[in-house]
């Protein structure tokens, strides 16, 4: 099992014949993506690394059956139209790496997404990856990068930034720690999908054993899923890095995203770690620290699984 993408996820990438979907459309082929067609109103019966371009998501559905996602990669002015339009038309998982969308727009998107029972990412994000199964936008570049800096394994991740979800991934591979699904979460004020709304994926998810997220200052988040974890009591160790601890000591000011402006006490570094580590989740000081400490806290897991040795056994008989 994988969280909400695998290697039979059948997707589509509107506003396809934009510069920057041709690159994300042939990443996603390279490594293994299945991409039915793609969308850009006015160019139907060309097509971009050999996907069809159709005008309209409708038109894909009746050529080729329902599909479960797309990549909207279109400018911001027109990402609320081509989302409800993927909604309309029963695609459920929805990437937009769009950036700069204004915040009504998003919250009426996802607002939409909800009733229709399907799942936003981003905006402003790069995406989901299952690795050695599939990948749904720009996270890990190119897909001989991609494969250098994901590796399969047990561990999930989460980032408000697409870089740093390719940073840790790489950290924890040279570590020796695959990845189940790690997942670009982008980082605006308003997010399709936040760690709390994860959570429940991963805690479902066999092949996940642990989570490690990257956080910033700014917004309720990491209170969220602080708040999920105490009250689910997840059966998940989490290992946590906050960036910008800088930030307590300039307020108002704003680091790296969107979301990240600090308006009061509960949104600065330090209250979010205590509130983590009260939670249980390990929160690391530098990146290289994580793979440590998940061997740490997934080790009592393991000691758990291993069955118990027979007298005979122990006597070595």
Same mark, same amino acid.
């Given at each position: 099992?994988?969280?909400?993408?695998?290697? $039979?996820?059948?997707?589509?990438?509107?506003?396809?014949?934009?510069?920057?979907? +041709?690159?994300?459309?042939?990443?996603?082929?390279?490594?293994?993506?299945?991409?039915?067609?793609?969308?850009? =109103?006015?160019?139907?019966?060309?097509?971009?690394?050999?996907?069809?371009?159709?005008?309209?998501?409708?038109?894909?559905?009746?050529?080729?059956?329902?599909?479960?996602?797309?990549? #909207?990669?279109? =400018?911001?002015?027109?990402?609320?139209?081509?989302?409800?339009?993927?909604?309309?038309?029963? +695609?459920?998982?929805?990437? #937009?790496?769009?950036?700069?969308?204004?915040?009504?727009? !998003? *919250?009426?998107?996802?607002?939409?997404?909800?009733?229709?029972?399907?799942?936003?990412?981003?905006?402003? /994000?790069?995406?989901?990856?299952?690795?050695?199964?599939?990948?749904?936008?720009?996270?890990?570049?190119?897909?001989?990068?991609?494969?250098?800096?994901?590796?399969?394994?047990?561990?999930?991740?989460?980032?408000?930034?697409?870089?740093?979800? %390719?940073?840790?991934?790489? %950290?924890? %591979?040279?570590?020796?720690?695959?990845?189940?699904? /790690? !997942?670009?979460?982008?980082? $605006? *004020?308003? !997010?399709?999908?936040?760690?709390?709304?994860?959570?429940?994926?991963?805690?479902?998810?066999?092949?996940?054993?642990?989570? *490690?997220?990257?956080?910033?200052?700014?917004?309720?988040?990491? *209170?969220?899923l602080a708040e999920w974890v105490t009250t689910h009591k997840s059966r998940l160790p989490i290992v946590a890095f906050m960036a910008g601890r800088f930030?307590?000591?300039?307020?108002?000011?704003?680091?790296?995203?969107?979301?990240?402006? !600090?308006?009061?006490?509960? $949104?600065?570094?330090?209250?979010?770690?205590?509130?983590?580590?009260?939670?249980?989740?390990?929160?690391?000081?530098?990146?290289?620290?994580i793979p440590q400490l998940l061997k740490k806290r997934m080790a009592p897991q393991v000691?758990?699984?291993? =069955?118990?040795?027979?007298? $005979?056994?122990?006597?070595?008989?």
């Open positions: 099992m994988t969280i909400l993408i695998s290697k $039979d996820t059948r997707f589509i990438v509107q506003g396809i014949t934009g510069r920057e979907a +041709v690159d994300l459309t042939r990443q996603n082929l390279e490594y293994g993506a299945k991409i039915v067609g793609g969308v850009t =109103p006015g160019r139907a019966g060309r097509d971009v690394h050999g996907v069809p371009v159709y005008d309209s998501v409708r038109d894909v559905v009746k050529k080729h059956g329902a599909v479960e996602g797309s990549i #909207i990669s279109v =400018p911001p002015g027109f990402v609320r139209d081509a989302a409800f339009e993927a909604l309309e038309n029963g +695609v459920r998982l929805i990437v #937009i790496v769009t950036e700069n969308i204004p915040r009504k727009e !998003v *919250a009426q998107m996802v607002e939409l997404a909800g009733l229709r029972g399907a799942r936003i990412i981003g905006p402003n /994000c790069l995406g989901i990856i299952s690795p050695g199964e599939a990948k749904m936008g720009g996270v890990g570049g190119p897909a001989a990068n991609t494969r250098q800096a994901y590796s399969k394994g047990p561990i999930g991740v989460m980032s408000r930034s697409g870089g740093m979800t %390719t940073e840790i991934a790489s %950290t924890l %591979t040279a570590a020796g720690l695959g990845q189940s699904t /790690c !997942v670009s979460i982008g980082g $605006d *004020a308003i !997010v399709g999908t936040s760690y709390a709304e994860l959570m429940p994926l991963y805690e479902a998810d066999p092949e996940t054993q642990a989570i *490690a997220i990257y956080s910033e200052p700014g917004g309720r988040m990491e *209170a969220e930030m307590d000591e300039m307020k108002g000011m704003r680091f790296g995203h969107a979301g990240t402006i !600090v308006e009061g006490k509960e $949104d600065t570094t330090a209250e979010k770690i205590a509130r983590m580590e009260r939670a249980g989740i390990s929160v690391a000081e530098r990146i290289e620290e000691s758990r699984s291993e =069955p118990k040795a027979s007298e $005979d056994q122990k006597a070595g008989r």
